[in-house]
Each structure stands twice: as C-alpha cells, then as structure tokens.
C-alpha cells in the first residue's frame, strides 16, 4: 500500500480534484438519507459530479498490483475488502467508482451477486457493473435499526464489518455537557436487589419525552484532549438496554399525602449488572446506510483520546476516541493515518558529545472513522503494525 506522507514528516494530502471531495460528501450524504427513505433525490449537482469523475478514474499505476479484471460481489464482502483488492489506497474508492447514473441507478449501495468490471480501455481506471446488472440490487427496504455482520438491512454490503461496529453504534455515546445528571435515574429495583440482571424490573423517576426504550448508564467519563487537557465531552458508560413497562404518577395515599409512584422498566440486554443511581437516555434511531471510505479534503493532525473499554492498549479491532470531531470536519467513513511517536535517542557520533534526538514518528497503521460528535469521534483500528496508545498521532493518509 503508498502513501503520500513520509515515515516521521507527514505532508499534506494528496492532492484531490474538486469533484471527487465533493462526490465524497455527497456519497456520505446519501447513504445517511438512503437510511431514512431509499428514494433521494440526485440533484444536477450530484449527477454532474458524478459524471466528471466516472469520465476521469484513477491512473493505472493507483490500481493493485493484481487487480482483478473482474469480481463478484459475494455475501460478506465489506466496502473496504473490495476497495482493497483493486486499489492501493482504498480511502480512493470514489475516484474509480465510476459513478455513471445512466447505468447505476443506485451509486451508492453494492449489492451480492453483482459484477464489477475494471475498465481500463481509456488508459484511466473506471470501475463499472457489468452488463445486466446494475445498482439497484434487490428489493430495497427501509432500514431498521438492527445491524447485520455482514451486509445492511436491504442486503446491501457494508463499509467496513458490521459486527465490529454495531454494538458500539448504541453503547459509544459523547454528551457534549454532562446531561445525564438530570436525566431518568433507576431509584428502585425489584424487591428491593442491589443488582439487576436481564429481564428483572426496575422503578424510574424522571421525564422519559414519550420514549420507550432506553440505554443505561452509569457514571459519564469526561474526554480530555491529551495535549490541552480541555474536556471534550462526557462518554457515557455503557451499562445495557431497559424498556418502559407502565408509567408512573402522583397521587394521593389513603393517609392523605402525596405519593410519588415511579414508573416500570424492564432491564434488557446488559455489559454490566443495573443499579440504583443509573441513568437512562432515549435509544435513537441508528443510521448504518451505506458511506464511502474516504480521505479528509482537508490536512488533520489530531490524537487519540483514549481506547475504548478503559483500556490501556489497543490493536487491529479496537475502537478508540478521537480528540476531533464534526465541528472541525470530521466524517463517518474518513480513513486517517496512525502514527508511533518517534523515541528518544542519543546522538553519539561528534566525539565528547552526547546531543538528545528525537527520532520520526513511525507509521503505525489506519482508522476507520464511524461515529462522530461534535468534538469528539470514534475509529476502528483497521491495520496496526505495533501497540495503540492513548496519545497517539493521526493525519490524513
């Protein structure tokens, strides 16, 4: 695999065209509205972009060295293998999708079965469907909020594996401000335990807005930015699922006194055992459409906040925070470059001379950028060569 950026120096970006940073965004765009209503609109904009890249491609010497002529589609196959098998950089899928509208009426969903063809004719890369098949794949469906490990609700491949990502999509969760003190609270459980297991009841307090499944947490965690040491947002810490049961209500008691009766819950799926004291937060709908594997348009120099699961190191898998987020343009689908901070050595060779050095920082690996806040996001780890760390570097690939 290339890369633009040299072992210790990182550069700038490759340079992109216009049309392909914004077929990028406008891919992105897509597979997130596709989530809510699989009939968007495909603006002149889009369709004129898409057009002037699948007329470009990418130059034959970006392709893998065995770049199939063809491939299948199969069950299983994620965005990121099939970029990887024709590209050397996957993050530049959207320069050799060759987006033709005329013959993709979906641009943005792969589906099994489907055969990709590398058209090289123009002595530019363009990849295409073959004839007779195309975009629209199968019935497509609305999406629910289930994850799949291997393809979307409506059949459709995913980016990267599902099943790597899906439970974080509910129990990864950055609050900008510490909201969950006044959120729901569990202020009882079931004849009187201390501890709750799946299927037991548990009594709340608080306003629920009309919803009625709730993830648990307990006790959020601040994100400290590792070189400002400014709070970047509360991580929720995920305790499981509970659902409302009956509600709640005030009343009057044969005494003549007030009575505050909670409302019923029932504790669902569980990472750790309920309690008095946690708090709830409505489930949201997820939006796991389609989204491309792309660089950032613009130079990042961020790092990582922390591993996911109060862990000290991570590897090829693991989630992590990152100290950058929406507000400063991160997207779900951005790849990033991860680096080793270079060690501290000794520069021997003047003699009567022991001058400290510091050498490069190392490439370490990628990530996969799949869940964004506003100043917070969280990767999955996609190559590692050596240990993550909590402080570690990343750039634009």
Same mark, same amino acid.
């Given at each position: ?163 790597? *990502? +899906?439970?974080?999509?509910? /129990? !990864?969760? #950055?609050? $900008? ?8 609270? @569990?202020? &009882? ?77 029932? *504790? +669902?799926?569980?990472?750790? /055992? !309920?309690? #008095?004291? $946690? ?8 939006? @796991?459409? &389609? ?107």
């Amino acid at each position: 695999m290339t890369h633009s950026a040299s072992l210790g120096s990182p550069q700038g970006p490759r340079p992109v065209r216009h049309s392909v940073i914004a077929l990028a965004a406008a891919t992105l765009w897509c597979g997130s509205a596709l989530a809510r209503e699989p009939n968007y609109p495909v603006t002149e904009q889009m369709r004129s972009t898409a057009q002037q890249v699948a007329q470009a491609g990418v130059a034959l010497s970006d392709l893998a060295p065995n770049a199939p002529d063809q491939y299948t589609v199969k069950r299983g196959d994620t965005l990121w293998d099939i970029s990887k098998l024709f590209l050397t950089s996957p993050w530049r899928w959207p320069e050799l999708w060759g987006m033709n509208l005329e013959q993709i009426r979906n641009p943005h969903l792969i589906f099994p079965g489907q055969v990709l063809v590398l058209d090289k004719s123009s002595g530019r890369a363009v990849l295409r469907f073959a004839d007779g098949t195309d975009g629209a794949g199968s019935d497509v469906a609305k999406l629910s909020p289930r994850v799949r490990s291997s393809a979307l609700d409506n059949g459709a491949i995913a980016s990267i594996p599902l099943n790597l *990502i +899906g439970p974080f999509l509910n /129990e !990864a969760v #950055v609050f $900008d401000t510490n909201e969950l003190d006044s959120a729901p609270r @569990i202020v &009882a459980t079931q004849e009187g335990r201390v501890l709750l297991s799946r299927g037991e009841t548990a009594y709340v307090r608080g306003d629920l807005a009309g919803a009625r499944s709730f993830r648990v947490f307990r006790e959020p965690k601040p994100l400290k930015d590792p070189l400002t040491q400014e709070i970047l947002g509360y991580e929720g810490r995920f305790v499981g699922l509970a659902s409302y049961e009956r509600a709640g209500e005030d009343r009057v008691g044969p005494d003549g006194k007030p009575q505050i009766v909670p409302a019923t819950f029932r *504790i +669902g799926e569980l990472r750790l /055992e !309920a309690g #008095v004291g $946690d708090r709830l937060s409505p489930v949201p709908q997820q939006d @796991i459409g &389609a989204y491309v594997p792309h660089a950032p348009a613009q130079p990042v120099d961020g790092r990582i906040v922390s591993i996911y699961g109060d862990m000290l190191l991570a590897g090829q898998s693991h989630i992590v925070a990152l100290n950058k987020g929406g507000n400063d343009g991160m997207e779900r689908g951005h790849v990033l470059e991860l680096w080793r901070a270079g060690r501290a050595a000794v520069d021997t060779t003047t003699p009567g001379q022991r001058t400290p050095i510091t050498l490069p920082d190392e490439r370490n690996g990628l990530l996969f950028v799949f869940r964004v806040f506003s100043r917070v996001s969280y990767a999955l780890v996609i190559e590692a060569q050596d240990q993550v760390t909590a402080g570690d570097r990343f750039t634009q690939p």
